[in-house]
């Protein structure tokens, strides 16, 4: 942990910053593993193409090959290997560019002078130091106790002393908290928090046949979900009121062999259940297996406070 820390404070400290000719926000995090940063990512970038602006989104592409690619729309869809974060944004998002590679730094001067966006949104950037922000928000699970120790002994980041950094926070899962301390800890730092948590939107499988929510009540359901919370998934599928749901985690950003999906459907008819649940995020893994007629994606929608929006509106776009 202090080899870690040491590094992350030295790059910190060392870190010459540069200010841009366009607004920059940070949708970032400070634990590992997922707490819907990508999320408001797309919420934030829905948000800014309404009001008629250019937005580029920066993201390292986790979980596909991490060579540097841009585009927009269909150009990002034709390339399965860009990961499944980048495919569910190129995907609800086809009219923003998206700028994936390894450095971030070079990712965001590359966004400004090639693409000459309005605001460029970076992806798990609370961690890129070398950039002037116009915002820095800290998106945290609510339900996940941080911890006080760094990598590789804990699962913060950085020391979490360095939340000071921020703007303010969004607290998501607000709707499953319980005994967490989370909040006392946040709120030394005199940063405004904004609340989130998830509802069902639509229910389709990959042929656009839909199915409405209120069909899931009483039925089995297999539930998976590769995503850095999968209960968090599994819960909103309890929402529903089905029989019963067999719930299966796997790893964030988990890649799947055909064998996991048959291990899936084996678990389907085992069970003699109705329907097979996953993440958008997860379906793009799986759309080019057999005999997935029964496999269904759930859209999650997010649900933020419209406070954050009157303060992000503050930095003058």
């Known amino acids: 942990s202090l080899i870690y820390l040491g590094i992350v404070e030295i790059k910190r400290i060392v870190s010459k910053k540069f200010k841009l000719s366009c607004h920059v926000i940070s949708v970032g995090n ?18 800014f193409l309404s009001l008629g602006k250019k937005v580029a989104i920066i993201t390292s592409g986790i979980g596909g090959d991490r060579s ?23 995907n609800n998002l086809p009219h923003v560019y998206i700028v994936k590679g390894k450095n971030k730094l070079k990712l965001v001067h590359f966004a400004e002078k090639e693409i000459s966006p309005d605001i460029i949104i970076i992806d798990d950037g609370f961690h890129c130091y070398g950039i002037e922000k116009s915002l820095d928000i800290v998106v945290i699970d609510g339900t996940r106790k941080p911890g006080k120790l760094v990598l590789p002994s804990g ?7 360095n939340l000071k950094r921020a703007d303010f926070f969004i607290l998501n899962h607000a709707n499953l908290m319980e005994n967490n301390d989370i909040e006392k800890r946040l709120e030394k730092f005199k940063k405004k928090i904004f609340y989130m948590w998830y509802r069902i939107g639509e229910i389709k499988n990959l042929n656009g046949k839909r199915i409405s929510p209120s069909e899931i009540k009483g039925k089995r359901v297999v539930a998976f979900a590769g995503i850095g919370n999968p209960f968090s998934f599994f819960s909103l599928i309890l929402k529903l009121k089905p029989e019963i ?73």
């Open 155 to 161: 699962i913060l980041r950085e020391p979490f002393k």
């Open 30 to 47: 400070i634990t590992m593993g997922g707490t819907g940063k990508t999320t408001v990512v797309k919420f934030l970038a829905e948000r």
């Open 68 to 90: 540097f690619i841009y585009g927009k729309g269909e150009d990002l869809r034709k390339n399965k290997d860009v990961g499944d974060e980048v495919l569910l944004l190129s």
């Open 245 to 317: 749901v067999y719930g299966i985690p796997f790893p964030d950003h988990f890649k799947y062999k055909y064998r996991d999906y048959k291990e899936i459907k084996k678990i389907f008819f085992t069970t003699s259940s109705h329907f097979i649940l996953t993440t958008e995020k997860d379906i793009y893994k799986l759309e080019n297996f057999q005999d997935i007629e029964n496999l269904y994606f759930v859209k999650i929608e997010p649900v933020i406070d419209e406070r954050m929006w009157e303060e992000i509106s503050k930095i003058g776009l």
